[in-house]
């Protein structure tokens, strides 16, 4: 008895802050959801029809979509329907679907739980060695990619893949892994059980105070790998992936910043085995979670 009588204290306290917050403008409400995050956002539009109708407000989705949203729909390969969304479609559309820019060369979306940008640079915007040649890579468009075309490995024995962003076009204040986004063909050869370096590094920063993670680590391609930190996994859209590296994007100090690039690397040029059978997607750089 005693605890059920506990039990409606803490019901009626809890119905009391409710009703306390529901007397406030629906904009007051609207600027406290906004120090949260989406996914809490969602979640806090079931506790009243006045928090559903904040949660869904233009003025509060507005805060949690990049200040240089609109010239980054600008660059859209294809006519981008931005102006017909509320902004809370907006979000979730650039959060469900990444979007193809920059004459098709990159992807741009949207981490959906937090609103942080991601990046992915497609095959032909990454310095891959050989990558003109057709008799060590191969051209062409490929079911569930992204991209208009990716790079399929015909066969070398010198492997060198490279890419590189600037860093302003990330979120700030950010902790970002780089992934090499892959597959195998059925014959593929020259990866099994083979280390590749990998190397993610921030360069050009003034003071050099780059907060990255840049020592060579030793990955695996390997499609029969046992899985891990440094193997190649399933990502769930019929790819694999692979981390390269991670750093922390840092805060621009002042307007005028000129901030850095972080360049990506994947290479074997040692043992120069022959390599063949592999497919190339891009490198994705995206908010790194579970660190």
């Not at 029809?49 to 010239?71: H, I």
């Not at 060695?129 to 990619?145: I, K, L, M, Q, V």
């Not at 083979?194 to 920063?205: D, F, I, L, N, W």
Request: hydrophobic share 35%; with cysteine.
């Amino acid at each position: 008895m005693e605890r059920a009588e506990k039990n409606e204290v803490l019901v009626e306290k809890s119905d009391d802050h409710i009703n306390n917050l529901e007397r406030l403008p629906e904009g007051c409400i609207s600027d406290i959801l906004s120090l949260t995050s989406p996914a809490d956002v969602c979640r806090s539009s079931l506790v009243s029809t006045l928090f559903k109708s904040a949660a869904d407000s233009d003025a509060l989705w507005e805060r949690f979509l990049p200040a240089d949203y609109q010239d980054i729909i600008s660059r859209a390969l294809h006519p981008f329907p931005s102006a017909a969304l509320s902004k809370k479609g907006l979000f979730y559309r650039l959060s469900d679907n990444p979007l193809l820019i920059d004459g098709g060369l990159k992807t741009f979306q949207l981490e959906k739980s937090s609103g942080k940008k991601c990046f992915m640079l497609g095959a032909k915007e990454l310095g891959i060695a050989w990558g003109d040649n057709p008799n060590h890579w191969r051209w062409e468009g490929y079911p569930g990619s992204r991209f208009p075309e990716v790079a399929e490995l015909q066969w070398v024995c010198w492997f060198d893949i490279r890419g590189k962003l600037d860093t302003r076009l990330l979120s700030p204040k950010t902790l970002y892994a780089a992934y090499l986004v892959l597959k195998f063909k059925e014959r593929a050869y020259g990866f099994s059980n083979q280390t590749v370096k990998a190397r993610v590094e921030v360069v050009g920063r003034a003071g050099g105070n780059s907060s990255v993670c840049s020592e060579e680590i030793l990955i695996y391609l390997d499609p029969n790998g046992e899985g891990g930190e440094h193997f190649a996994r399933e990502r769930g859209d019929g790819w694999m992936e692979v981390e390269m590296g991670h750093f922390y994007n840092e805060e621009l100090e002042e307007d005028n910043d000129e901030g850095g690039e972080v360049h990506m690397s994947v290479l074997e040029t040692e043992r120069l085995g022959t390599k063949r059978g592999l497919i190339v997607q891009g490198m994705e750089l995206r908010p790194k979670v579970n660190c």
